[in-house]
């Protein structure tokens, strides 16, 4: 008596198993710019965890004896940002978008919630942040995905839109920022403010209303900058640090040795010296000195170029879609994650005021790397259906009484007038190209005129 092999039955578990992760991961299908974005951004995301491994070690392995700490948790974050990343990016963009009202309005809420006694969470002075069971979340880095889907959506249709529409919206964008802004996030609530500005000036709006707004904008930043004596500290030592080395200069001189003693090859990875204790909060906002001191300049000008070839893509995708909606949406993403990440480079290096803001998909931080996740999906999804099949629906042809469609007896014979589609080969072959415009004209032309006969009809 023989028993059956087990093998066949784990074989094809196995290959069930190896189906099921293959569609998971498989990109069969999707355009050439949404597979680019999507292998670029899982390189953003693996070089920015190698550099955060590094930048945070030390401090990790003096506060909590264990150097790895801040990477296993922002592991953790990447993990659950992919999941959604994923999600969005299989879902039609209608659905994601028909969702960021919602989002939005959750995440303003949760902004507000900082405001609230006891409930929202100070460090280093400022109310930004939420407990969220042992790890703290920063809803103005969450609103930022959900802000730009909701005001591409509102000016891709704002010649379509009633005054006292338009009134609305902006007065809930304005308060959203002016919630952030009086944290005090004066970083934030300029990069939502000038994403949200860029998204409008692409849609083409007046300029009348796009500078008054840029001047009702600039005067909210310097009436916070002359309330906040540390906002007005930090651009005095922005201009020059040198003046205060030990106080409000410290942390721009400190990230100017680390990028100076990285030299054209960088020191190596791991053996950055500024990071030990020197360089402040190396591990989120100055994590590009400690990039560039290990990397070099030769590792931060193939980062710029990273980020070049990441922005002419997202670019590639905005001018494919075609939708305005899309349009604006795949350019508040470029400007969301390639202008923020050009901000900090900016503060790391000098050239602009010392802000508290991350660099996306580098910076530890869970609540930055969701929104970065996030938006990155979003983009990736435009970039899918920026090129899009056009289906054309043909109408069957509908039987006499009495006879089935799926009879043999139901043989449609089409007569069908030539001369439009003569006319259309004519122009074809005067212009000598193609597209899917042309396609669907032949389409309709061919259906313009049907002359239906039915013959040899069973039961005559």
């Known amino acids: 008596m023989f028993l059956p092999k087990a093998a066949p039955l784990n074989s094809t578990f196995a290959s069930s198993v190896t189906s099921g992760i293959s569609r998971i991961f498989s990109v069969r299908g999707w355009a050439l710019e949404a597979r680019l974005l999507r292998w670029m951004t899982l390189l953003w995301i693996s070089v920015g965890l190698v550099v955060l491994f590094s930048a945070s070690y030390p401090v990790a392995e003096a506060a909590f004896d264990d150097g790895a700490r801040y990477f296993k948790i922002q592991l953790i974050w990447v ?25 939005l309005l959750i995440s303003m809420l949760m902004v507000m919630a900082t405001h609230i006694s006891g409930v929202g969470v100070s460090v ?10 042992p790890f703290l979340l ?19 249709k704002w010649h379509k839109l009633t005054n006292q529409t338009r009134l609305i919206w902006l007065g809930i964008f304005t308060s959203g920022l002016l919630m952030i802004l009086t944290q005090p996030n004066l970083s934030t609530t300029a990069v939502c403010g000038i994403t949200i500005w860029l998204i409008a000036l692409a849609a083409g709006l007046p300029y009348q209303q796009l500078f008054l707004t840029a001047g009702t904008g600039v005067m909210a930043a310097v009436l916070s900058v002359s309330l906040k004596s540390y906002q007005r500290d930090r651009i005095i030592s922005f201009l020059d640090p040198w003046a205060d080395p030990s106080e409000n200069g410290y942390q721009l001189i400190q990230s100017l040795l680390a990028i100076g003693s990285g030299g054209a090859g960088g020191t190596g990875y791991g053996l950055s010296a500024q ?3 020197f360089l402040p909060i190396q591990y989120t906002d100055f994590i590009f000195s400690v990039f560039a001191e290990e990397f070099g300049f030769i590792g931060c000008i193939m980062l710029l170029v ?10 590639m995708v905005a001018v494919q879609a075609k939708q305005a909606v899309h349009r604006l949406v795949a350019i508040g993403c470029m400007v969301l994650l390639v202008g923020q990440a050009l901000v900090n480079i900016g503060v790391a290096t000098g050239t602009m005021p010392t802000t508290g803001l991350p660099f996306p998909m580098f910076s ?19 970039a899918r259906e920026s090129k899009g099949a056009d289906v054309l629906v043909l109408n069957r042809p509908t039987p006499p009484a009495g006879v089935s469609d799926s009879s043999t007896a139901f043989q449609p014979d089409y007569k069908l007038d030539p001369k439009p589609a003569h006319k259309l080969d004519h122009k074809l072959k005067r212009t ?6 042309k396609d669907l004209l032949t389409a309709r032309n061919l259906l313009k005129k049907p002359a239906l006969r039915i013959k040899n009809l069973r039961g005559r």
């Not at 280093?124 to 069971?133: E, H, K, V």
């Not at 980020?307 to 893509?313: E, F």
């Not at 000598?432 to 415009?437: D, N, P, Q, T, V």
């Open 124 to 133: 280093n002075g400022a109310t930004r942040w939420l407990p969220f069971g």
């Open 138 to 156: 920063q809803p103005s880095e969450l609103m930022k995905p959900f802000l730009v889907m909701h005001s591409a959506q509102l000016f891709g």
């Open 79 to 103: 993990f659950v940002g992919l999941f959604i990343s994923r999600w969005i990016t299989r879902h039609p963009l209608h659905q994601v978008m028909r969702l960021s009202g919602f989002f």
């Open 432 to 437: 000598g190209k193609a597209s899917s415009e």
């Open 275 to 277: 990071k030990l204790y």
């Open 364 to 382: 530890y931080g869970g609540s930055s790397m969701l929104a970065s996740l996030i938006t990155a999906g979003v983009l990736i999804r435009v």
């Open 306 to 315: 990273f980020l070049a070839v990441y922005s002419t893509v997202a670019m």
